[in-house]
């Protein structure tokens, strides 16, 4: 029986834990699978897959990249990739700049309003090359502002506020046609947390198999349960294949733990049965 995971940050975007810290947990939660997909970066796969040997659990490489769909940031998972194809390699380096760029406009944002140096400062939370908006929370709670990253989102970082800056992201058939370059299977991640109409949704998914993109994450630790049973049914009637992701990140204060999330319904195609595993997760 398999037990896998199909989305988990790292340090390398703004996750908590070290690739190998990671791994560690992915065996104490007895995974078998676990795909490593931080944002826009494959750095921490390699370091992964190198401490996953000798335990039970296997390291699927992944990605989850920043796209841009009709003004609206969509996050697609490029799952089961050859992290050394250039052409994705070079679509991550195009968004680690748009990233700089953002971070440098954010920080214009909330000095501003009195925060010291955001830029500097956020480079101390960063542990990898990438800069979140995790990483200026931080900042701002180390400075008083908020007690927690919800709050900050809410207060500085979204809705015209001093630190919201929109990223000018990936379109979205450039980010599936690296993923599908790279050997992998494009995702749509998390579904609920785009609020779409379902016209909207509709058309996201056309738009999104037009370019070779194939599955759509049911299950997701940002999910309802009821939530997970409309996106089995349209994954079912668009004849996707299902994916499960817990997108754990291993910050203090956040719920959802590794792997422990919702099976997917009975009449979803798994992703992983195009890799070759069973489909019946435990
Ligand atoms: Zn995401
Ligand atoms: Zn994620």
């Known amino acids: 029986m398999i037990k896998i995971d199909c989305h988990s940050h790292t340090i390398a975007s703004d996750g ?18 676990l795909a490593v997909t931080d944002h826009d970066t494959m750095a921490s796969v390699a370091k992964a ?44 380096r195009g968004l680690l700049k748009v990233r700089g760029d953002r971070a440098v406009k ?21 542990k990898g090359e990438l800069i979140s908006r995790t ?20 207060r500085y970082l979204v809705n015209k506020k001093p630190g919201a800056v929109e990223g000018d992201w990936a379109p979205l058939a450039d980010a599936v046609s690296w993923i599908t370059a790279a050997g992998g299977d494009a995702v749509i991640a998390h579904p609920a947390r785009y609020k779409l109409t379902r016209t909207k949704l509709i058309q996201l998914i056309g738009d999104f198999k037009n370019a070779g993109g194939v599955g759509l994450e049911v299950v997701s630790s940002s999910h309802s349960s009821n939530e997970i049973h409309i996106f089995a049914d349209l994954a079912v009637k668009q004849e996707m294949f299902a994916s499960r992701g817990s997108d754990y990140h291993g910050l203090e204060g956040q719920w959802a733990k590794l792997g422990h999330i919702a099976d997917l319904p009975k009449k979803c195609v798994p992703i992983w049965s195009k890799w070759g595993l069973e489909t019946t997760p435990v």
């Open 16 to 33: 908590a834990l070290t690739p190998e810290a990671l791994v560690a947990m992915a065996e104490k939660m007895q995974l078998t699978h």
């Open 49 to 92: 897959t190198q401490a996953a040997i000798g335990t039970g659990v296997t390291v699927i490489p992944g990605v989850e990249i920043s796209v841009t769909w009709l003004g609206r940031t969509i996050h697609v998972l490029g799952l089961n990739v050859d992290i050394h194809n250039a052409e994705l390699l070079e679509g991550l």
């Open 106 to 126: 954010i920080a214009e944002g909330l000095e501003k309003v009195g925060v010291k140096q955001p830029l500097e400062h956020v480079k101390t939370f960063a």
């Open 135 to 154: 990483h200026f929370a931080q900042v701002l709670i180390e400075q008083g502002f908020a007690n927690n990253v919800k709050q900050v989102f809410k």
